[in-house]
């Protein structure tokens, strides 16, 4: 499991486009599962 910090850090990353598809989707289906928030962080800021 990831700490919050790292989390944030991870969603950093991807809004500034230097995640690949690959990390999102893992991401998304892991980490991030079930935090539909989270998602519009990361598309909506970016």
Same mark, same amino acid.
């Given at each position: 499991?990831?700490?919050?910090?790292?989390?944030?850090?991870?969603? @950093?990353? %991807?809004?500034?486009?230097?995640?690949?598809?690959?990390? +999102?989707?893992?991401?998304?289906?892991?980490?991030? @599962?079930? %935090?539909?928030?989270?998602?519009?962080?990361?598309?909506? +800021?970016?």
């Amino acid at each position: 499991m990831y700490t919050d910090e790292q989390i944030v850090k991870i969603i @950093k990353l %991807l809004q500034r486009g230097e995640g690949d598809e690959s990390q +999102l989707a893992y991401w998304m289906n892991h980490e991030l @599962k079930g %935090l539909d928030e989270i998602y519009d962080l990361i598309f909506f +800021l970016k």
